[in-house]
């Protein structure tokens, strides 16, 4: 997708990322279930850039259609 480790995630569809945490991000994403993509702003600092600089782009993904799991999870409680 274009993305490497240490790249900074700077807006998601333009909305800024800075003070929010990623439940909010997450939470921002799945307001629009329908929306066929999300735009990622990215920051990639070179080896030359101080921290905080560096080149930006963007990042566009597809979204992939899931079919919903019915009680993915199951358990089992039993007395030791």
């Given at each position: 997708a274009?993305?490497?480790?240490?790249?900074?995630v700077t807006a998601v569809n333009g909305k800024?990322?800075?003070g929010r945490t990623a439940f909010d991000i997450i939470d921002q994403i799945s307001e629009q279930p329908d929306?066929?993509?999300v735009t990622f702003s990215i920051?990639?600092?070179g080896e030359n850039d101080l921290s905080g600089e560096g080149a930006t782009f963007d990042v566009t993904m597809?979204?992939?259609n899931?079919?919903?799991v019915k009680d993915p999870v199951q358990y089992k409680l039993s007395e030791a």
């Open positions: 274009g993305l490497k480790a240490g790249d900074f800024p990322t800075k929306a066929r993509s920051r990639r600092e597809e979204r992939q899931f079919m919903q």
